[in-house]
């Protein structure tokens, strides 16, 4: 009789507390159809979206970032399976502003979505309706604020999410490569791993055009879904090899004792209701990185921006007097 008195106790706070209700991505007793009945969930502020660039508004206002000790490989601690994900800790002394932010904000951990390998994506923005393999969220808090006051306040998290690709001729990914080597050191739930300097914030993100970027306003992508983030979502992907993206699903476990793998942890995009999503790139803007042509009996090359507006310019011009 006792033990049935401490369980309907026990039920009872669970629902007076909704944030303390057992979630999960993949069962349908606990899975995100669920999530509507734990914390803001179901609110009208809701991440993540997907984002359409014709739709983007441009605003002059989106800045470069100020990036702190994004450079130091102390700053990174360990590397924690969590169950649902792996999250790196971050030491003080890391931190942002700029880019139309109020103040500094802190960053305090980063973490990764993913589907089951690289052909099933798993990231949770999507870009013109685009789904990839994987996403990466540094998560920042208004400077002076704990994660819990952060929830509390409109703004009072900021958000940082890279779009992650698959691509086997990605030169720069030695730090998702150091990563993927350690996830065999944090198989099971709770396992940890002191990464002791081995790597930098920098070096994962390694040829990401850190000024093209999108903003809106939105929420924590997992309960409570608290409605406190400024999200800023870079449009160019972090490349990496597909061995990379496929080790997550098949290294890491969700329990610290049965062998689940960790896959498809993402949430679906939300409506964007009277939200607006800014851009940092004006339309019409020339693009800022080299653009593959393939050229009749030359093969493929690769055309600065402003040789690839040239050479079509002249092509027209043939084309017209042919």
Same mark, same amino acid.
């Given at each position: 009789m006792e033990s049935f008195l401490m369980l309907l106790l026990a039920l009872h706070w669970v629902s007076l507390n909704p944030a303390?209700?057992?979630?999960?991505?993949?069962?349908?007793?606990c899975g995100p159809l669920t999530w509507d009945k734990l914390g803001f969930c179901n609110g009208s502020r809701q991440s993540p979206v997907?984002?359409?660039?014709?739709?983007?508004?441009?605003?002059?206002n989106l800045t470069?970032?100020?990036?702190?000790?994004?450079?130091?490989?102390?700053?990174?601690?360990?590397?924690?399976?969590?169950g649902h994900t792996v999250q790196v800790e971050l030491d003080q002394g890391v931190?942002?502003?700029?880019?139309?932010?109020?103040?500094?904000?802190?960053?305090?951990?980063l973490h990764f979505h993913w589907g089951n390998g690289s052909s099933n994506p798993g990231s949770e923005h999507r870009l013109n309706g685009k789904q990839f393999p994987m996403e990466m969220h540094i998560v920042h808090t208004k400077q002076g604020l704990t994660l819990a006051q952060a929830k509390n306040d409109t703004t009072g998290i900021a958000v940082l999410g890279f779009f992650i690709n698959v691509s086997e001729e990605s030169t720069n990914a030695t730090g998702f490569e150091t990563i993927s080597k350690l996830l065999?050191?944090?198989?099971?739930?709770?396992?940890?791993?002191?990464?002791?300097?081995?790597?930098?914030?920098?070096?994962?993100?390694?040829?990401v055009n850190l000024t093209s970027y999108?903003?809106?306003?939105?929420?924590?992508?997992?309960?409570?879904?608290?409605? &406190?983030?400024?999200?800023?979502?870079?449009?160019?992907?972090?490349?990496?090899p597909s061995n990379v993206v496929g080790a997550f699903s098949s290294r890491l476990y969700e329990s610290d004792h049965i062998e689940t793998p960790i896959a498809n942890v993402f949430r679906t995009p939300k409506a964007l209701g009277v939200r607006e999503v800014q851009t940092s790139v004006a339309k019409? &803007?020339?693009?800022?990185?080299?653009?593959?042509?393939?050229?009749?009996?030359?093969?493929?090359?690769l055309f600065p921006p402003h040789v690839l507006a040239l050479l079509l310019a002249f092509l027209t011009i043939v084309k017209g007097r042919g």
């Open positions: 303390s209700a057992v979630w999960c991505y993949t069962e349908p007793d997907n984002i359409t660039e014709e739709l983007a508004v441009f605003n002059s470069a970032f100020t990036f702190t000790g994004y450079g130091n490989t102390s700053k990174l601690l360990s590397l924690t399976n969590l931190s942002i502003t700029g880019g139309s932010l109020s103040v500094q904000y802190s960053a305090i951990a065999s050191n944090v198989t099971y739930k709770n396992d940890s791993v002191q990464l002791n300097g081995s790597l930098s914030i920098e070096s994962l993100l390694q040829g999108y903003r809106y306003l939105g929420s924590l992508t997992t309960p409570t879904c608290d409605e &406190a983030v400024v999200w800023t979502v870079f449009k160019n992907p972090i490349l990496v019409g &803007a020339l693009l800022t990185t080299a653009t593959p042509v393939t050229l009749p009996g030359r093969g493929t090359s």
